[in-house]
């Protein structure tokens, strides 16, 4: 079972730039679909972004052109480069992954295991 660390979140302004890491450990990601969540409080969790283990990507419509997510299976990591960061992207991101499927899916009962999570916090 892998087990997942998220990382790089802050503080920023609205326009700035943040790339968040997820980092494995257990197991190898190469065998993994992937995606980031992300969620405000008192909302739901919603996913952001996917790749396939084939690294082919999906992005919801709200964060499509601005962030950019990644893997580097030798360093065993996922990213998500954030750009244009905006107030409404203030949430908490997570990283979560599935085993043996390689499919671009954002709807959090897809996938089985999960970061702890990462604050990402942007300002007007």
């Known amino acids: 079972q892998v087990h997942l660390l998220e990382s790089g979140g802050g503080s920023v302004q609205a326009g700035g730039s943040l790339k968040l890491s997820c980092v494995a450990s257990?197991?190898?990601?190469?065998?993994?679909?992937m995606a980031w969540f992300r969620q405000a409080p008192g909302t739901e969790r919603e996913g952001i972004a996917c790749i396939t283990i084939n690294g082919l990507t999906g992005y919801d419509y709200s964060v499509q052109g601005r962030f950019t997510i990644s893997k580097d299976n030798a360093k065993n990591t996922l990213y998500l480069q954030m750009n244009g960061l905006k107030p409404e992207d203030t949430a908490r991101y997570y990283c979560?992954?599935?085993?043996?499927?390689?499919?671009?899916?954002?709807?959090?009962?897809?996938?089985?295991?999960w970061g702890q999570g990462t604050q990402v916090t942007v300002s007007s």
């Open positions: 257990g197991d190898t990601i190469g065998t993994y679909s």
């Open positions: 979560a992954a599935v085993s043996g499927r390689s499919w671009l899916e954002l709807r959090t009962a897809m996938y089985n295991t």
